[in-house]
């Protein structure tokens, strides 16, 4: 019966033979490629296409972290403040419009001719108006001298004064009033006095409204108005404010002029008839240089009169 089976089944009806570790066989025949089929590839050979993707999401995971390592931090504030370009202004800094003036500093006044005036005590207010009186006197009739101003003499009428001045070079540009004095102006320190300027001509009567008389005068650029008429004004001599010291010498050559220094003007020249005698004139000058300027010419004092 065993003739009978299909050469492949066994006795028992099994399709193939039980393992039999002794059983050997000869190796297969190797297999033969159909005509025109692609070559197998190993499997120890990596498919292109796989390798490029993989390599491809490795480089992008390195991206991810080295921008995540080096990116700034946005809760770190710089200290550097950002500026605006163009912006040269400092955060905080304040500017000046037009005012460099510090806060309770006094400045000088600056006259139409570009050169600094001083400021009269009490100076500031609107100046009284001056009636004026008589026709106006020629500048060359307003000498200088020691004891008076052409015809106004010390000693006179303190409204005729003014009246006459105001008929010759109008209304006053500063006035005082009356006020105490300091003896910033030659008086006696409490005396009460009225300072009334012309350009660099100051007049000082002393007394009070209902009594006051001529008292002394001081011309000097230093107050402004070196283009006005009382600039031209002169000595008996002939000196004039803005004459050189060279001028001065020669033109009192038979007098004493000595240099000194006074508290209140500065260098000053002093004018005598002799050494030690009374004083005639003074005034402030640059320099004793030859070329230096005289800038101002003063009647004595009033406290010493």
Same mark, same amino acid.
Request: some cysteine; hydrophobic content about 35%; glycine content about 12%.
């Given at each position: ?42 499997? @120890?050979? %990596? &498919? ?11 480089? %992008? ?6 921008? @995540?390592?080096?990116? #700034? ?6 200290? /550097? $403040? ?34 600094? /005036? ?13 009636? #004026? ?13 020691? &004891? ?10 303190? &409204? ?11 209304? $006053? ?33 002393? @007394?009070?409204?209902? &009594? ?6 001081? !011309? ?6 070196? /283009? ?24 009192? %050559? ?24 009374? !004083? ?26």
């Amino acid at each position: 019966m065993a003739d009978d089976l299909p050469p492949q089944m066994t006795e028992d009806g099994e399709r193939f033979p039980s393992f039999d570790p002794d059983f050997t066989t000869e190796p297969p025949l190797p297999m033969k490629r159909a005509e025109g089929a692609r070559p197998y590839r190993g499997g @120890g050979q %990596a &498919n292109p296409w796989l390798v490029g993707l993989a390599v491809g999401v490795v480089l %992008a995971a390195i991206s991810i972290i080295a921008f @995540g390592l080096f990116a #700034p931090d946005d809760s770190v504030t710089s200290s /550097t $403040p950002t500026t605006l370009t163009g912006d040269t202004t400092a955060t905080g800094d304040t500017t000046a419009t037009g005012d460099t003036t510090a806060p309770g500093e006094t400045t000088t006044p600056t006259d139409a001719t570009g050169g600094t /005036t001083a400021t009269l005590p009490g100076g500031g207010q609107t100046p009284t108006e001056i009636t #004026p009186i008589g026709d106006p006197i020629l500048i060359s009739e307003l000498s200088m001298s020691s &004891n008076d101003i052409g015809p106004l003499d010390f000693g006179a009428a303190g &409204n005729e004064v003014l009246g006459r001045l105001a008929a010759t070079f109008d209304q $006053p540009t500063d006035d005082t009033g009356f006020i105490v004095g300091n003896g910033s102006f030659g008086e006696c320190p409490g005396d009460s006095i009225r300072v009334v300027r012309w350009g660099p001509l100051n007049i000082v009567t002393r @007394g009070d409204a209902s &009594n006051h008389a001529f008292a002394s005068y001081r !011309l000097d650029l230093r107050y402004g108005g070196v /283009t006005t008429p009382p600039a031209d004004m002169a000595t008996l001599s002939g000196l004039r404010v803005g004459d050189n010291v060279e001028k001065l010498e020669s033109t009192y %050559a038979g007098f004493v002029i000595e240099y000194v220094v006074d508290q209140e003007v500065g260098l000053v020249f002093e004018l005598r008839s002799v050494r030690g005698g009374d !004083l005639l004139l003074w005034g402030p000058v640059d320099s004793q240089a030859p070329d230096s300027l005289v800038t101002g010419i003063y009647s004595p004092d009033a406290c010493e009169s």
